[in-house]
């Protein structure tokens, strides 16, 4: 297919087009920066800002695609504070937006979105297993409904676009890209990287592994569906990190209550300490034909010190 990568020179655009390339796709990376990074991975660039409508559809003019995946966010690190979400919120509702009318522009029949698994709600779920079919867009009022609204906008612009076929991706906490890696053991390495002392159990994915699922929604995904994208056994993000530590000799995160640690970050804070889920990937599994090459964090962290 000849697709339009949104969020290309982003955490998950590289070993995206490195998969799509790999799988005989033609990508254009659409971002505000990165061709020379775009080119070498096999993407033709097209820069340009998204939430720019007019300078966005004037540089798609004349282009024809067959799909266009909407992988944009803001975040270049953890978030900390709920203001760190707020450009990522809007590229989820105006920035989809605009994509869609970017895919009408260009005939591309299908849409993959990505959203998050946090749409189930900022909450402790217990032991209950989430499925697609369960709530999403759940909201307590809280500071935290601003960002449950904007995945659930992304997911229905999708899906309900006229002629073209919606697809949501509920993507797990992502871990496992090489620069993330390196600035979190850095900061283990400086005891500058604090963690929840008993934090939720979440679902976490490999950035290759979320990067396959997203290919293969691509090929094989059903218009008007959301598949959740996560690996196959939840942990703590205290869990994580001390892997990844292990995997690379650096020193252990240091453990805070969780209470400390909102003083000073309270989205993150909240987040990791607070919030636990298990979320079931059997519906990706079955209908896309995907199984995660790191199927724990365990694996994923090895894998890290592998370099794949």
Same mark, same amino acid.
Request: proline residues 3%; negative net charge; aromatic residues 6%.
């Given at each position: 297919m000849r697709v339009l990568l949104a969020g290309a020179s982003g955490t998950l655009g590289a070993p995206l087009i490195r998969q799509l390339v790999a799988a005989r796709h033609d990508v254009t990376g659409l971002g505000r920066s990165g061709s020379d990074r775009m080119r070498q991975l096999g993407a033709a660039p097209l820069i340009v800002d998204v939430l720019d409508r007019d300078a966005l559809l004037a540089a798609v003019d004349g282009h024809h695609f067959d799909a266009v995946i909407h992988e944009l966010t803001a975040l270049k690190k953890l978030p900390l504070?709920?203001?760190?979400?707020?450009?990522?919120?809007?590229?989820?509702?105006?920035?989809?937006?605009?994509?869609?009318?970017?895919?009408?522009?260009?005939?591309?029949?299908?849409?993959?979105?990505?959203?998050?698994?946090?749409?189930?709600?900022?909450?402790?779920?217990?032991?209950?297993?989430?499925?697609?079919?369960?709530?999403?867009?759940?909201?307590?009022?809280?500071? &935290?409904?601003? $960002?449950?609204? %904007?995945?659930?906008? #992304?997911?229905?612009?999708?899906?309900?676009?006229? =002629?073209?076929?919606?697809?949501?991706?509920?993507?797990?906490?992502?871990?496992?890209?090489?620069?993330?890696?390196?600035?979190?053991?850095?900061?283990?390495?400086?005891?500058?990287?604090?963690?929840?002392?008993?934090?939720?159990?979440?679902? &976490?994915?490999? $950035?290759?592994? %979320?990067?396959?699922? #997203?290919?293969?929604?691509?090929?094989?995904?059903? =218009?008007?569906?959301?598949?959740?994208?996560?690996d196959d056994l939840p942990a703590t993000f205290r869990d994580v990190v001390t892997a990844i530590a292990d995997a690379h000799d650096a020193p252990h995160p240091l453990p805070l209550p969780t209470g400390v640690l909102e003083l000073a970050a309270p989205y993150g804070a909240a987040v990791l300490g607070e919030v636990s889920m298990r979320v079931s990937n059997a519906k990706a599994k079955a209908e896309l034909g995907w199984m995660p090459q790191f199927p724990t964090y365990l694996d994923g962290a090895a894998g890290v010190r592998r370099g794949t």
């Open positions: 504070q709920h203001r760190h979400m707020a450009a990522t919120n809007t590229l989820r509702s105006v920035g989809t937006t605009h994509l869609v009318e970017v895919a009408r522009a260009t005939g591309a029949g299908r849409f993959l979105t990505q959203s998050i698994v946090f749409g189930y709600g900022y909450a402790d779920h217990g032991t209950e297993v989430l499925t697609e079919q369960s709530p999403f867009g759940v909201m307590h009022g809280t500071e &935290f409904d601003v $960002h449950v609204s %904007a995945m659930v906008d #992304t997911e229905q612009q999708a899906m309900t676009a006229e =002629g073209i076929e919606g697809i949501a991706l509920r993507y797990g906490l992502l871990y496992g890209a090489p620069s993330d890696t390196d600035r979190m053991v850095s900061m283990l390495r400086k005891h500058a990287l604090p963690v929840a002392r008993h934090g939720g159990e979440l679902p &976490f994915i490999h $950035h290759e592994d %979320a990067a396959a699922a #997203t290919v293969a929604a691509l090929e094989r995904g059903i =218009g008007g569906q959301a598949y959740n994208i996560v």
